[in-house]
């Protein structure tokens, strides 16, 4: 679901290991086709890719979705600090990986980081509809993961969206853009903020249907898995 490489030593490598998109798919693991999707955490190589080893953030198969992570960030200022977010939470370890503290115990989405200030970092939130599990919003760190602060973004917290992906603008990471697959994986709204997320703007795209397989009139779409 994602790779990190140190920005100091591209021989150290961070993979999250499994497919988070399928989170809340209830997938069986004697499903030969679709059992690989769940994950182990995250794994971690100091040879360029040749081995891999587990960090102390990792799970077996049989934790099904409790064993996927979406994201894993290598500090550029200090590669001793990560941060790592997934279906538990967000982490963070001071130690390369080896010893990890929660830091925050929402089930997330997407997690970025500011490219002009690293130390800030976004993250959103989901709710999952088949498991009737979580709320969906989006927070804010300043200290690289350590706290968080939820931001009033009016995004509805249950029931009418899924999933929340979010970008910012590399040219002036003040802008924040966060896109939501509404309940049945269409297009719900986009959200914008010109301010680090602190005001937010809503935008339904003219009623056009963005996410789903067409001309942008139907419903559904694939906002659960190919947004």
């Known amino acids: 679901?994602?790779?990190?490489?140190?920005?100091?030593?591209?021989?150290?490598?961070?993979?999250?290991?499994?497919?988070?998109?399928?989170?809340?798919?209830?997938?069986?693991?004697?499903d030969r086709k679709r059992h690989s999707h769940y994950g182990m955490g995250v794994y971690k190589t100091t040879d360029g890719g040749t081995t891999w080893t587990p960090t102390g953030l990792t799970y077996q198969l049989t934790d099904l979705d409790g064993s996927l992570m979406r994201r894993v960030f290598v500090d550029p200022t200090n590669s001793s600090s990560l941060v790592a977010a997934g279906i538990g939470g967000i982490w963070t370890s001071s130690d390369s990986g080896s010893n990890w503290t929660m830091s925050n115990d929402s089930l997330i989405r997407d997690l970025k980081m500011d490219p002009n200030n690293t130390d800030v970092l976004y993250a959103s939130t989901g709710y999952?509809?088949?498991?009737?599990?979580?709320t969906a919003g989006i927070m804010k760190s300043t200290d690289?993961?350590?706290?968080?602060?939820?931001?009033?973004?009016?995004?509805?917290?249950?029931?009418?969206?899924?999933?929340?992906?979010?970008?910012?603008?590399?040219?002036n990471s003040n802008h924040l853009y966060a896109i939501a697959a509404d309940s049945i994986s269409g297009f719900y709204g986009l959200y914008t903020s010109i301010d680090s997320g602190a005001n937010w703007t809503f935008s339904d795209a003219g009623g056009k249907n963005i996410l789903e397989w067409y001309e942008g009139s139907g419903s559904g779409g694939q906002g659960w898995y190919d947004l």
Request: proline share 6%; with cysteine.
């Open 128 to 134: 999952l509809k088949n498991s009737d599990n979580g």
């Open 1 to 30: 679901s994602d790779i990190a490489v140190d920005p100091n030593n591209p021989d150290i490598i961070y993979i999250c290991v499994g497919d988070y998109a399928y989170l809340d798919s209830g997938l069986d693991l004697d």
């Open 144 to 171: 690289f993961g350590a706290t968080w602060n939820w931001l009033n973004t009016g995004i509805p917290e249950q029931g009418a969206v899924l999933r929340i992906e979010i970008a910012i603008a590399p040219t």
